[in-house]
């Protein structure tokens, strides 16, 4: 019986492991990404109430960096009341537009202030029409205080907003 299946390097057995080459030396490991996302990620809330969603950011380096963020929104269903930043963060730039539904951020963080896991802001949300309302998080490349370019990946949110009163994400 012959042995089934697709050869994925030509001429290397599966017990086979093929040595790095010089050309593999220079290469530099990625990074693992700073991710930038909302927590809860998911809410539900009525019309009328308000709740809070944090914009938080893991795997971050302990040094200061810097990092631009956008959130958009759908304005019809959800208003941004405020939005304030934690401890050891500052905003350098930024350009909030709520009743076009996007707030573009640029967040300084202090070396040393926070945790490799901490919030960057919080948004205070009011639920105006219901359906779904997606949170659309976009953060370009974070530059460490040092000048080098941290890799970013994002995590999207949503709200729910409801006729009914519900416990969830209160």
Known sequence: MTPQGVELVPGIQKSQTV????EDADDPVEASPVMIGLEPSVVSIPVGTETSLSLVARGAPASGYRIPVTVSFDPTRIAINSMST????????????????????????????????????VLRVRALSTGPVPLVVTAGRATADDGTTLPVAVGNGAVFVTDEPSAVGR
Request: aromatic share 4%.
């Open 86 to 121: 934690v401890e050891g963060v500052s905003v350098s730039s930024q350009s909030l537009e709520p009743e076009e539904g996007w707030l573009e951020l640029d967040f300084d963080v202090a070396p040393g202030e926070l945790s490799t896991t901490h919030g960057l802001a």
């Open 19 to 22: 040595a790095p080459t010089e």
